[in-house]
Antibody, heavy 120, light 107 residues
């Protein structure tokens, strides 16, 4: 079964750090671009970051640039998002996703999400 | 950044109704548009990619059309399991951007 499972969310104080992870199974993780997408409570979807298959090319949304770091370990089939200098507005469910057909073709595999709550 | 504007933001409809959601891009994106369905507490699900191609396993009552800046998602005959929020996403360029969502509720 094709699956992504996030973990590592929790409650953190403003200014703090947290690392969330996403473990892939059922497909060739090392071959595909991966993404983080977040959704604040009651709000819409917001793309956060993208990493290519070997980790050599990375893009961030302006709202997280300089604070968040995306990375991957293809040997462990795992995607990471290191979040530093967290703000109230970073409170959200964080989803990892993959576009196995290429990014033009949309994100066809999603995890269930992990909740990050930033308290001030 | 490419802005995506969805309308309406809310639709009240009955089972069997035809429902149309529109999405407009702030600049031309060719056919690089995806549609997602999200139910409460669940992850989004890809319905349609490159504007009109149905993802495997998605019922044929869903269809997409459009090119350039204007796109539509149509549900030909609304079923109980279709009550959800729908999002468009441009897949033309980074940052990838989503529309604000359209919530389809039971009338």
């Amino acid at each position: 079964e094709v699956q992504l499972v996030e973990s590592g969310g929790g409650l953190v104080q403003a200014g703090g750090s947290l690392r969330v992870s996403c473990v892939a199974s059922g497909f060739t993780f090392r071959s595909y671009w991966m993404y983080w997408v977040r959704q604040a409570p009651g709000m819409g979807l917001v793309w956060v970051s993208r990493i290519n298959s070997d980790g050599s090319s990375i893009v961030y949304a302006d709202s997280v640039k300089g604070r968040f770091t995306i990375s991957r370990d293809n040997a462990k089939n795992t995607l990471y998002l290191q979040m530093n200098s967290l703000r109230d507005e970073d409170t959200a469910v964080y989803y990892c996703a993959s576009s196995r057909g290429g990014y033009y073709y949309g994100m066809d595999v999603w995890g269930r999400g992990t909740t990050v709550t930033v308290s001030s | 950044d490419i802005q995506m504007t969805q309308s309406p933001s809310f639709v009240s409809a009955s089972v069997g109704d035809r429902v149309t959601v529109t999405c407009r891009a702030s600049q031309g994106i060719s056919n690089r548009l995806a549609w997602y369905q999200q139910k409460p507490g669940k992850a989004p699900k890809l319905l349609i990619y490159v504007a009109s191609t149905l993802q495997s396993g998605v019922p044929s009552r869903f269809s997409g059309s459009g090119s350039g800046t204007d796109f539509t998602l149509t549900i030909s005959s609304l079923q109980p399991e279709d009550f959800a929020t729908y999002y468009c996403q441009q897949t033309n360029d980074f940052p990838l951007t989503f529309g604000g969502g359209t919530k389809v509720e039971i009338k």
